[in-house]
């Protein structure tokens, strides 16, 4: 019967089985051509379920709903509702996309995989010999066309709506263009889904590496993963241990094993050293060769945890990519690094500190405004109120010592003699406190304005040991960037901001401001998987706790970023 040759083209696709013998690919293309054959029949029943969703109707089939209220029905108006997958062969290039979406990080599930079989087992129950259902072929290939836009929306726009995750979201997204409906049209012609749809994955090198990487721990994953070494005591270059022949095992897997020789040895040889320092360089620890806590739990994160990353990370570049513009500084939260890339080259690294889990640095996106040197620090009233005012009462030259003046609220500038220590608390003080320019200012010498409702900026800092720590998150929110005047030179290329020129104004104690020629977008991201420093993807702690419920929302049946657009453009 025709059905059971339908059956079997839908369910070969799904499943990726392309091995079949010709003989029964020739069938299966007949029996799909006569499914296929009276389109204006199937076109028919194609119209009505439209119309259904013209009228305001929330169009479901088997238990699925459909999701492009807007874009699907224009895409058929302009085809005269003919179906779109009369084509046996773009019809297996299209679900076999679908298939393949767990490449991108996602679920093939979510685009109908499950329910595509039981509408196929269905329309099998309402076809005899020579009697098709064209209802519920109809349906078939709108479900089949939603999906693929679904998946397109996904790819453009994410799954995952960051906006439900942090209400201050201020990155843009990439719009759904007006001719989707036409691209989408002149894609079933070229015979081109899986081409068209993988051109909307964001064209970044980090993402395609996320892919890359995806494929290899899924490959992993496969194979039973890697153990676990127990921990117990540091083990330090030139020890013997009963764990190193497991640590070769365990960077053997993930191929950042240089030498797969002596693999038994317990001796922890210099070979072995150097490959644990660029294992630590790729995933923000310290490179010293020393195996501790934080490296033994990087090295025991499990191979589905860094699955598990690479999903959520590879979801976070989708809500971003419209907003990578040929230069900007990208600072990585959880990293502890900045980056300034002109042109997809990388100018300029550093590490950074950013905000204490109870001043978290936000992510957010700006552009640069202008560089100050040797700024003044306007003193955060909270910290005056917990900080400053205790040490003024009990320390009478903490103002001088630490270069502070006093300023009332006319703007006038109040000697620090004056101040009646005494009678000074939270609730009685009447001034604004400012550092001024020097070495000591909690600015460091330098700093970066970008315009933002958080007051955060990249700025020099005197704590400069603070930079050698594994992680640094000791700020109230801003960015602490170590050898900021390296950046300044490099953002300031071209113009008669020389090095020299920079030097000799630090010198001078002089604030100035210099507004920069170029357009350099700022960008704030929370990434914990990465570059970092040596070859590869590198994978950093999740320090504010967000990857646990971008996983979550990229895990549910239904996608979250659709369910309040069900009558909206998609």
């Known amino acids: 019967m025709l059905y059971r040759y339908f059956l079997i083209i839908i369910l070969s696709a799904l499943a990726s089985e392309f091995s079949m013998a010709q003989a029964e690919v020739d069938e299966n293309r007949k029996a799909h051509k006569k499914i296929y054959s009276s389109q204006d029949k199937i076109a028919f029943h194609i119209q009505g ?29 302009n085809r005269d509702y003919k179906p779109a997958w009369d084509n046996y062969t ?28 039981n509408i196929i087992g269905l329309i099998g129950g309402k076809l005899s010999e020579g009697e098709i259902d064209y209802d519920w072929v109809g349906e078939f290939d709108i479900l089949v066309t939603d999906v693929i ?6 790819l453009l726009k994410g799954k995952v709506d960051p906006e439900s995750l942090d209400p201050n979201w201020n990155y843009s997204f990439r719009e759904i263009m007006e001719d989707a409906p036409y691209k989408l049209e002149q894609a079933i012609a070229r015979g081109e889904i899986s081409n068209a749809l993988h051109e909307l994955r964001p064209d970044m090198i980090l993402y395609r590496d996320y892919m890359t990487l995806l494929v290899d721990y899924r490959q992993i994953a496969d194979a039973g993963g890697w153990g676990v070494i127990p921990r117990g005591k540091v083990v330090s270059p030139g020890d013997k241990d009963d764990r190193v022949p497991m640590i070769r ?80 500084i990208l600072v990585n939260i959880p990293a502890f690094k900045a980056y300034y890339i002109e042109d997809n080259i990388t100018r300029f690294v550093a590490n950074v500190q950013v905000g204490r889990t109870y001043t978290k640095t936000p992510v957010f996106k700006s552009r640069l405004h202008y560089i100050e040197f040797n700024p003044t620090w306007t003193v955060p009233y909270s910290i005056v109120k917990n900080s400053i005012i205790p040490h003024i009462k009990s320390d009478s030259l903490y103002l001088d010592r630490n270069n502070f003046e006093l300023i009332d609220r006319s703007g006038n500038i109040v000697a620090n003699s004056s101040l009646n220590r005494a009678e000074i608390s939270p609730s009685n003080f009447p001034f604004m406190v400012r550092q001024k320019p020097g070495a000591g200012n909690s600015l460091g010498v330098v700093k970066f304005i970008f315009p933002n409702k958080y007051s955060v900026f990249l700025h020099d800092t005197p704590s400069k040991s603070l930079f050698d720590r594994q992680e ?35 010198k001078s104690h002089k604030t100035i401001r210099v507004f920069p020629e170029k357009d350099i977008d700022v960008l704030l991201l929370y990434l914990t998987a990465g570059y970092y420093e040596g070859n590869g993807i590198g994978f950093f702690r999740d320090i504010y706790s967000r990857d646990a419920k971008v996983l979550e929302e990229l895990n549910t049946t239904e996608p979250t970023s659709l369910k309040a657009e069900n009558t909206s453009t998609n």
């Open 249 to 328: 095992e365990r960077l053997l897997k993930t191929g950042e094993l240089r030498s797969d020789t002596n693999l038994l040895s317990p001796l922890y040889d210099e070979y072995l050293v150097s490959d644990v320092k660029q294992f630590q360089h790729k995933n923000a620890l310290t490179p010293d060769g020393i195996i501790g806590k934080g490296t033994f739990e990087a090295l025991n994160e499990t191979v589905q945890e860094r699955i598990a990353k690479l999903r959520v990370n590879m979801e976070r570049l989708r809500w971003v990519v419209s907003d990578k513009s040929n230069r900007f």
């Open 90 to 117: 773009v019809l297996l290039d299209a679900l076999n996309a679908l298939h393949q979406s767990w490449q991108d990080g996602l679920i093939p599930n979510d685009y109908h995989a499950d329910r595509l079989r």
């Open 149 to 154: 836009l679904l998946y397109a929306y996904h």
């Open 472 to 506: 640094r998150a000791f700020s109230h929110g801003c960015i602490r960037t170590q050898n900021p005047l390296d950046l300044a030179v490099v953002l300031l290329e071209g113009t008669e901001w020389t090095r020299e020129k920079i030097d000799s104004t630090v």
């Open 49 to 77: 379920a439209i119309k259904k969703m013209e009228d305001g109707q929330i169009l479901e089939i088997e238990g699925e709903y459909i999701f492009s209220a807007n874009v699907l029905p224009e895409f058929y108006k």
